[in-house]
């Protein structure tokens, strides 16, 4: 059974930085496209971010040149490193890896990002 489990959320000031993890268990992550979701309070889930098995990248233009996607497939872990942090940031952020037409998500991650 596929699980993944993220850490790294809390509360930042703005202009501050954080990075969050997203462990998987009983899969090997190499195989999957990953992405990184945030659901704000009120609105739509986002893409914010896309890292494929080919590790080419995608950003949402909201993120673009603050927040870097990766991937430790040795690890089986996924990253979101996020700087420059706004109150717009704000969200719940999940993670998500993607198999053809299979894909699982994480339980989420409280970002807020407030003086």
């Known amino acids: 059974q596929v699980q993944l489990v993220e850490s790294g959320g809390g509360l930042v000031q703005p202009g501050g930085s954080l990075r969050l993890s997203c462990a998987a268990s009983?899969?090997?992550?190499?195989?999957?496209?990953i992405d990184w979701y945030r659901q704000a309070p009120g609105k739509q889930r986002e893409l914010v971010a896309t890292?494929?098995?080919?590790?080419?990248?995608n950003y949402a233009d909201s993120v673009k040149g603050r927040f870097t996607i990766s991937r430790d497939n040795a690890k089986n872990t996924m990253y979101l490193q996020m700087n420059s942090l706004k109150p717009e940031d704000t969200a719940v952020y999940y993670c998500?890896?993607?198999?053809?037409?299979?894909?699982?998500w994480g339980q989420g991650t409280q970002v807020t990002v407030s003086s």
């Open positions: 890292i494929t098995k080919y590790s080419s990248t």
């Open positions: 998500s890896v993607r198999l053809f037409e299979s894909s699982y």
């Open positions: 009983g899969t090997i992550l190499s195989i999957y496209d």
